[in-house]
């Protein structure tokens, strides 16, 4: 099958699927190489490129998949206006800036971080498949190791974690997807979590005002406690209980 003949299929298959498709899934579907699935899916790039088109094919979260044109925001928000949309509130943001940047870690480094209590925006992040177990921490009490999924690189419009933003970048994103008037519009994703009372659960002294830009500082330590002192058995096992 020569890259023109391939072109209709590769199209057809990628436009009746939602989420972002491998190229081996594609080639086993196709009944061809990979090499030439590989070939003839940067000539649809460029065909889109060129042509001009509404949609463009990008490389995401380890597939392939047709994405709309931010260009075109503005009228895909006017069509689909009044229907509800989920989006990430700030809490679940920091806690997933956290993991992104410092995986695999505990619940206890999320919170040391954060200066909060982060168990209902975990459990939320888990049930949305943006984050998941990666096994447990070697260090006292074996506590759940985080990492994200395909499904936060999905989202994010990211091929794979290297493609992270800086701190500077994170901070722009940030603010394009949080509402601009949180109180017309409610989040619908995450709640936003009540400040906590004086003497329960309250941020301690020291938490950082910026969560998120605490996270990416390079030069900052390791901040769960239960693995500062664990060195080289801060690996991954896998748990055996799951």
């Avoid at 190229?23 to 899916?41: G, Q």
């Avoid at 975990?122 to 990492?147: A, D, F, H, M, W």
Wanted: proline letters at 8%; glycine letters at 8%; aromatic letters at 4%.
């Amino acid at each position: 099958m020569e890259p023109h003949e391939l072109k209709p299929i590769l199209e057809a298959l990628l436009f009746a699927s939602d989420a972002p498709v491998p190229a081996t899934l594609l080639a086993e579907a196709c009944e061809v190489d990979l090499a030439l699935v590989s070939e003839t899916l940067l000539l649809l790039v460029a065909d889109y490129e060129a042509g001009g088109r509404g949609v463009r094919l990008a490389d995401i979260a380890g597939g392939w998949q047709f994405l709309t044109r931010e260009e075109h925001a503005p009228y895909l928000g006017r069509m689909l206006r009044g229907k509800k949309k989920m989006r990430l509130s700030r809490p679940a943001l920091e806690t997933l800036a956290i993991i992104a940047y410092k995986q695999p870690v505990t619940k206890g480094g999320v919170d040391a971080i954060r200066g909060v209590d982060s168990s209902g925006v975990l459990n939320t992040l888990l049930e949305r498949e943006l984050v998941t177990i990666r096994g447990r921490s070697k260090g006292l009490g074996r506590p759940l190791l985080y990492g994200t999924t395909t499904e936060f690189l999905s989202y994010f419009g990211l091929h794979d974690l290297n493609e992270l933003p800086r701190v500077e970048e994170l901070k722009a994103i940030v603010g394009e997807r949080e509402p601009e008037n949180p109180e017309a519009e409610p989040d619908l994703f995450l709640p936003v979590t009540p400040a906590p009372a004086e003497g329960e659960g309250a941020a301690p002294a020291d938490a950082p005002d910026d969560p998120v830009e605490f996270a990416l500082a390079e030069d900052i330590a390791e901040q769960d406690p239960a693995e500062e002192t664990m060195g080289d058995e801060a690996e991954i096992h896998a748990d055996e209980t799951r």
